[in-house]
């Protein structure tokens, strides 16, 4: 282990607000209501680089600015490189659109039945609930929807939804996001989930959400009893930087798990962020102290204003190459492309097959080595040759 990853070393404490009192502090309403959303409240704490204020002032027509105080602490006011801050304040390159970025990047609203239900693989739907989240993320797939920004009026019909999954008998897994589904309050929650329990075909919920590590406040009780309620719920959650693992997340993983309920997460490769094998290491070890099985690492998708954060396939690709072997197979997740077009998620692999042929193939492993396993071995090839002449006696 990584001597910064000992949960000792992890953020504590509330920082900025520390005169805030606890009992406030610890409120989900009262982190939502005093969240950062405007030049004047950041520069405040930050000197903003001529980039951020650029983006900050362009953020009103893409995708809001919005930051929880608890995450607000996470970011380095004296570092522009700040792995935090480079995902949550905006910055110029938002203003720019490549050739072949799209505000529908992977192929959503073709594939919508109905307003707010993705149903793209045979037996799953994704179901937008929602289009706002507790901060928003600069490099966000739907910033087309989420926050508003972009005037898209997102209204989706909770009971439009229910009913497209009650006639589909061969739905049974039901994936709710958004937007952030931990925004709907409890009563909502409880509704929603029970609606769909109650499903005979329906085997399989889960929610993806990155709440627990904007605003952990949020995963009190009352909602962990809505979970134990409806349960099995999965959860997948977004961690895209070990600094993100911090006390306050570790207790919210504990509160959902101790529920009953199972965490994934996914991360986006983020150039500055995470596309570097030891910090991705690092992310990846703190996820499993958490009981976080990590579980898609994508690649950025083509969302417009995103070019400053992508990087190359090759970085993911080398990512997992470095990881396997050398670390716990549970810690490492699967790369994977969201096809532009609405493909799909689409697996990619570093290559451990250097050959195939009729006899064998050979494989690579993880320090380089090859190595051979035959292929079709028959019956009538006998693996060790008949002894011929006087069997020598064993002795
Ligand atoms: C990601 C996604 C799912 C779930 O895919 P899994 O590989 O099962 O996690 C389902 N529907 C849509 C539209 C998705 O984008
Ligand atoms: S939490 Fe998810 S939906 Fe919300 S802004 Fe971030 S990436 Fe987008």
Same mark, same amino acid.
């Not at 406030?24 to 520069?43: D, G, H, P, Y």
């Not at 704490?45 to 995708?63: H, M, Q, S, V, W």
């Not at 993320?137 to 989706?156: E, G, K, M, W």
């Not at 097959?353 to 080595?369: A, M, P, S, W």
């Given at each position: 282990?990584?001597?910064?990853?000992?949960?000792?070393?992890?953020?504590?404490?509330?920082?900025?607000?520390?005169?805030?009192?606890?009992?406030?502090?610890?409120?989900?309403?009262?982190?939502?209501?005093?969240?950062?959303?405007?030049?004047?409240?950041?520069?405040?704490?930050?000197?903003?680089?001529?980039?951020?204020?650029?983006?900050?002032?362009?953020?009103?027509?893409?995708?809001?600015?919005?930051?929880?105080?608890?995450?607000?602490?996470?970011?380095?006011?004296?570092?522009?490189?700040?792995?935090?801050?480079?995902?949550?304040?905006?910055?110029?390159?938002?203003?720019?659109?490549?050739?072949? @970025?799209?505000?529908?990047? *992977?192929?959503?609203?073709?594939?919508?039945?109905? @307003?707010?239900? *993705?149903?793209?693989?045979?037996?799953?739907?994704?179901?937008?609930?929602?289009?706002?989240?507790?901060?928003?993320?600069?490099?966000?797939?739907?910033?087309? $929807?989420?926050?508003?920004?972009?005037?898209?009026?997102?209204?989706?019909?909770?009971?439009?939804?229910? @009913?497209?999954?009650?006639?589909?008998?061969?739905?049974?897994?039901?994936?709710?996001?958004?937007?952030?589904?931990?925004?709907?309050?409890?009563?909502? $929650?409880?509704?929603?989930?029970?609606? $769909?329990?109650?499903?005979?075909?329906? @085997?399989?919920?889960?929610?993806?959400?990155?709440?627990?590590?904007?605003?952990?406040?949020?995963?009190?009780?009352?909602?962990?009893?809505?979970?134990?309620?409806?349960?099995?719920?999965?959860?997948?959650?977004?961690?895209?930087?070990?600094?993100?693992?911090?006390?306050?997340?570790?207790?919210?993983?504990?509160?959902?798990?101790?529920?009953?309920?199972?965490?994934?997460?996914?991360?986006?490769?983020?150039?500055?962020?995470?596309?570097?094998?030891?910090?991705?290491?690092?992310?990846?070890?703190?996820?499993?102290?958490?009981?976080?099985?990590?579980?898609?690492?994508?690649?950025?998708?083509?969302?417009?204003?995103?070019?400053?954060?992508?990087?190359?396939?090759?970085?993911?690709?080398?990512?997992?190459?470095?990881?396997?072997?050398?670390?716990?197979?549970?810690?490492?997740?699967?790369?994977?492309?969201?096809?532009?077009?609405?493909?799909?998620?689409?697996?990619?692999?570093?290559?451990?097959?250097?050959?195939?042929?009729?006899?064998?193939?050979?494989?690579?492993?993880?320090?380089?080595?090859?190595?051979?396993?035959?292929?079709?071995?028959?019956?009538?090839?006998?693996?060790?040759?008949?002894?011929?002449?006087?069997?020598?006696?064993?002795?």
């Amino acid at each position: 282990m990584y001597p910064d990853d000992r949960r000792d070393n992890w953020y504590k404490g509330q920082g900025y607000w520390s005169d805030v009192p606890e009992e406030k502090w610890k409120s989900w309403r009262w982190q939502l209501q005093n969240r950062i959303t405007s030049v004047e409240q950041l520069e405040k704490y930050i000197d903003l680089t001529p980039e951020e204020k650029a983006g900050t002032r362009f953020a009103e027509f893409k995708l809001s600015l919005a930051i929880t105080p608890y995450f607000f602490n996470l970011i380095d006011p004296k570092d522009p490189n700040c792995p935090v801050r480079l995902q949550m304040i905006p910055r110029a390159g938002e203003t720019r659109t490549a050739p072949e @970025e799209l505000l529908d990047p *992977v192929g959503e609203e073709s594939t919508m039945p109905v @307003e707010g239900l *993705v149903h793209r693989y045979p037996d799953r739907v994704l179901f937008l609930v929602t289009d706002r989240c507790a901060s928003y993320c600069r490099y966000c797939t739907r910033s087309r $929807l989420v926050s508003n920004a972009q005037d898209y009026n997102f209204h989706p019909s909770f009971e439009a939804g229910l @009913e497209y999954i009650e006639n589909h008998p061969e739905v049974r897994d039901v994936l709710l996001s958004g937007g952030d589904p931990l925004l709907l309050n409890d009563t909502k $929650l409880d509704y929603l989930l029970g609606r $769909l329990r109650a499903i005979p075909h329906v @085997e399989f919920i889960r929610i993806g959400s990155r709440i627990p590590v904007f605003l952990p406040q949020r995963i009190n009780d009352k909602f962990c009893e809505v979970l134990k309620k409806h349960g099995p719920i999965w959860m997948s959650i977004h961690v895209n930087h070990p600094k993100e693992c911090t006390e306050e997340l570790y207790q919210a993983c504990q509160r959902l798990s101790f529920s009953g309920t199972p965490i994934g997460n996914q991360s986006v490769l983020l150039n500055g962020v995470n596309d570097n094998p030891e910090i991705y290491r690092s992310l990846i070890h703190r996820l499993l102290m958490m009981r976080v099985r990590p579980y898609y690492l994508y690649q950025c998708d083509l969302i417009t204003g995103s070019s400053h954060f992508r990087t190359s396939v090759e970085k993911g690709v080398e990512i997992i190459r470095a990881l396997r072997g050398n670390t716990t197979g549970y810690a490492i997740p699967q790369f994977v492309i969201d096809a532009p077009g609405g493909g799909g998620k689409i697996p990619i692999n570093p290559d451990y097959v250097e050959k195939v042929t009729e006899d064998e193939i050979v494989l690579r492993n993880y320090e380089g080595r090859l190595f051979r396993y035959p292929l079709n071995p028959t019956a009538d090839k006998p693996i060790v040759e008949e002894p011929t002449g006087e069997v020598p006696l064993l002795v």
